[in-house]
């Protein structure tokens, strides 16, 4: 009886020939990434850690720092990445930590990551099993090289047909929140034709938001797309797994990606709690967010472009656009789709997860309305835990800030 991915991937980092759904694994960690706002909660740094050259440090969440405590833990993360010769992805080098791991190569297909952030499965798009710790785990993965892994059932989704205009891995996500609900307690792998069309930058917003259902990790294969862009970003061995023919799967869900549209997820949850646009009744909104590790890519700031060139955002409506990283920034420079956004009424911030988790560059006041193209919208999630936020992807926010309400991209 074979293995799925993450089984595979399971196996090796604890030293076993085959592990099954149930086992409890103590395993070695192929890469450790650790974020600002852990440190943010320390006094001082570990004595020592196991392997330097698998730890990263990456400044996402509070950046620029919006606070003393995040501006000294951000000093605290310098003196330990200093005292170990850890990499550092410091201010100006810096983006929101799962498109710094893509975009540098840091998770690599076969291999095991961990981060301290909720969202860590994005790294799956990667061929990478990759799941988020807290804090404690964390420090102990980077301190001795371990952390404890349950082996989960995994779920199969074999996505087939032709994508429809406007249709991204947004949509994909919240039409299986849709027909599904969450997963709790599983691995989900994702495969077929339509995965095969999938540029990686919709793959990896697909597997981040795949948190939003509880899974565990999210795996998808290394195809040709995957390997051409690796091989521009690192010179670094790997082996890529895939699911044996005889892979046992829980279950396998068929997606025709030809009946899917634009989707909208309304307040405050993902799971059951989604719809296709079109059937909403008209939404006024106070603001539109394009950003966040889901939706801050290049392709989405040039979905948003396209759809606003030429245009203007409504006069009651604040667009604020966080690139997910420097590189994208610079990128989206460079091929104006900032000038674009800019000239449209557009806010443009630093890289950093910011008004996504409510800390700072787009906090929401008492009784507004947000369309977001983040990842959570749980009461509180983006500010006032009176505000209300629909999730979407950002074809539809660019679409809604132009308009005043949420709508269709379709429609303009």
């Known amino acids: 009886m074979g293995m799925t991915m993450a089984e595979k991937v399971l196996a090796r980092a604890s030293g076993r020939e085959v592990v099954r759904p149930g086992d409890i694994l103590e395993c070695s960690v192929d890469q450790v990434v650790q974020v600002d706002l852990s440190f943010a909660l320390m006094d001082k740094v570990p004595t020592r850690v196991k392997s330097p050259e698998k730890i990263s440090v990456i400044f996402d ?21 200093r005292k170990f010769g850890l990499k550092l992805y410091d201010v100006g080098r810096h983006g929101i930590c799962h498109q710094v791991i893509m975009e540098n190569a ?3 297909p076969g291999t095991l990551l961990a981060c301290g952030d909720s969202h860590t499965c994005a790294a799956g798009a990667l061929n990478c099993a990759a799941r988020g710790l807290g804090d404690a785990e964390i420090l102990h993965a980077a301190c001795k090289g371990t952390a404890w892994y349950i082996v989960y059932p995994t779920v199969l989704f074999e996505l087939e047909g032709n994508w429809g205009e406007w249709v991204s891995g947004k949509d994909v996500l919240f039409y299986i929140a849709d027909k599904h609900g969450d997963f709790v307690n599983h691995n989900l792998e994702f495969n077929g034709g339509a995965v095969e069309e999938m ?8 597997a981040t938001m795949c948190t939003e ?15 051409s862009y690796l091989r521009e970003r690192t010179d670094r061995a790997f082996e890529p797994v895939s699911s044996d023919p005889d892979a046992v ?43 966040s590790c889901a939706n801050g890519k290049l392709q989405d700031l040039s979905a948003a472009a396209t759809i606003l060139k030429g245009k203007r955002v409504a006069p009651e409506v604040r667009l604020i656009v966080t690139p997910s990283s420097q590189e994208v920034y610079l990128e ?4 104006g789709y900032v000038s674009t956004l800019v000239e449209a009424g557009a806010v443009i911030t630093p890289p950093t997860c910011g008004a996504c988790f409510g800390h700072h560059m787009g906090v929401l006041a008492r009784g507004e309305r947000c369309i977001s193209s983040s990842t959570r919208n749980f009461k509180g999630r983006m500010g006032s835990s009176e505000s209300e936020v ?14 005043g309400y949420i709508v269709d991209p379709r429609e303009v």
């Open 61 to 81: 969440h509070s950046v620029p720092a919006p606070s003393v405590k995040d501006a000294d833990g951000m000093a605290i993360a310098r003196r330990y990445a």
């Open 106 to 108: 840091i998770a690599l």
């Open 199 to 206: 540029i990686l930058d919709d793959r990896h917003t697909l």
């Open 213 to 227: 259902l509880s899974a565990e990790f999210v795996m998808f294969p290394a195809d040709a797309k995957l390997l």
């Open 249 to 291: 799967f829980e279950s396998v869900l068929p997606i025709d990606v030809s009946d899917i549209e634009p989707y909208v997820a309304l307040p405050h949850s993902v799971p059951h709690n989604t719809i296709p646009i079109r059937k909403l009744d008209r939404v006024r909104i106070d603001q539109a967010f394009i950003g």
């Open 332 to 335: 989206a420079v460079r091929l």
């Open 390 to 403: 629909y999730l979407a992807s950002p074809a539809s926010v660019a679409a809604s800030a132009m308009t």
